[in-house]
């Protein structure tokens, strides 16, 4: 089952169940997770490896001891990518196989057989990892900034604590409805680093916090933040950073990488950062899209 264009913004699930949990879980689901349905562990890591699954599912009934093999080494490659066991029935082999998934790392086992057990896997598949980690960062921005302006830690959100997040400032300021030059002047007369480069860093946290997964080659974190080639994220990390994306790997995780973000462009330009009131315009300054869905006439706009 996929998401559907009118849906609500949900997570997906990598899953390896019967045909009839397939048609459970997918209807569990609804308006919360959707599953991409694989018949094998391979595939499953193949997924894992192209795509920003926030969960794997594997049923109990179908493990066999060489799934959970291969499910130990999937454990140790996608560590931040939680996986969950599904026991729908109990049958000769189901202690073994309960077992072994515990052994190769599985932490978390759902048994829907009883009242509860689908709600249950609807609170541990539909919770939002990314958005943890964004809360995470916010946190620690706004402990740096206790008195800050709901305009400048607005900003910090869109760059920080959203899935999707802009990665450029022309993208920014489109979302903001602000001419991106005037957005950049803004910065530059506050005496703060221009709001290129707070985008950049900010996708540098994601990218190490991506790498915590060693199972996620640098091609893969650089088609989830949507770089152009992996090439071109070993550009930005060299430009930004003075090392190389395997340096940039072995030497970060998010956490790590969050603070040196915080560290450079936080805590230094705190006092600026505190006042600065980066969105807070007048109709002339609004871009044409903004002028239109605020339905303001052009004889207003100066």
């Given at each position: 089952?996929?998401?559907?264009?009118?849906?609500?913004?949900?997570?997906?699930?990598?899953?390896?169940?019967?045909?009839?949990?397939?048609?459970?879980?997918?209807?569990?689901?609804?308006?919360?997770?959707?599953?991409?349905?694989?018949?094998?562990?391979?595939?499953?890591?193949?997924d894992l490896r192209t795509r920003r699954a926030t969960a794997v599912l594997v049923s109990v009934s179908r493990c066999t001891e060489r799934d959970a093999e291969r499910m130990a080494m999937m454990v140790r490659e996608f560590?931040?990518?939680?996986a969950v066991a599904l026991l729908t029935q109990l049958e000769r082999d189901t202690p073994q196989a309960v077992l072994s998934l515990g052994r190769s790392g599985?932490?978390?086992?759902?048994?829907?057989?009883?009242?509860?057990?689908?709600?249950?896997?609807?609170?541990?598949?539909?919770?939002?990892?990314?958005?943890?980690f964004s809360r995470t960062m916010m946190e620690g921005v706004s402990r740096d900034l206790v008195?800050?302006?709901?305009?400048?830690l607005r900003f910090f959100r869109l760059i920080l604590g959203e899935r999707s997040t802009p990665t450029t400032v022309r993208t920014l300021a489109n979302q903001l409805g602000v001419v991106p030059s005037t957005l950049m002047s803004r910065f530059f007369r506050a005496g703060l680093?221009?709001?290129?480069?707070?985008?950049?860093?900010?996708?540098?946290?994601?990218?190490?916090?991506?790498?915590?997964?060693?199972?996620?080659?640098?091609?893969?974190?650089?088609?989830?933040?949507?770089?152009?080639?992996?090439?071109?994220?070993?550009?930005?990390?060299?430009?930004?950073?003075?090392?190389?994306?395997?340096?940039?790997?072995?030497?970060?995780?998010?956490?790590?990488?969050?603070?040196?973000?915080?560290?450079?462009l936080i805590v230094p330009f705190a006092p600026a950062l505190r006042?600065?009131?980066p969105f807070q315009v007048t109709p002339g300054w609004l871009a044409p899209e903004a002028r239109r869905r605020l339905a303001i006439p052009a004889s207003r706009v100066h």
């Open positions: 089952m996929s998401p559907r264009s009118n849906a609500p913004l949900t997570t997906p699930v990598v899953t390896m169940l019967t045909p009839d949990e397939r048609t459970r879980v997918d209807a569990a689901g609804v308006g919360l997770y959707y599953t991409l349905h694989r018949d094998s562990v391979e595939d499953v890591l193949r560590p931040r990518v939680p599985v932490e978390h086992l759902v048994d829907v057989r009883g009242p509860g057990g689908w709600h249950a896997l609807r609170e541990v598949l539909g919770r939002d990892r990314d958005d943890s008195g800050a302006t709901p305009d400048c680093p221009a709001p290129k480069r707070y985008l950049a860093m900010s996708r540098l946290v994601r990218a190490a916090r991506l790498f915590e997964n060693p199972g996620l080659s640098v091609a893969g974190v650089a088609n989830t933040l949507e770089y152009s080639s992996p090439q071109s994220f070993g550009r930005h990390v060299r430009t930004m950073l003075q090392m190389t994306a395997g340096d940039f790997r072995e030497r970060y995780d998010g956490e790590g990488m969050l603070q040196r973000f915080r560290e450079e006042s600065f009131t």
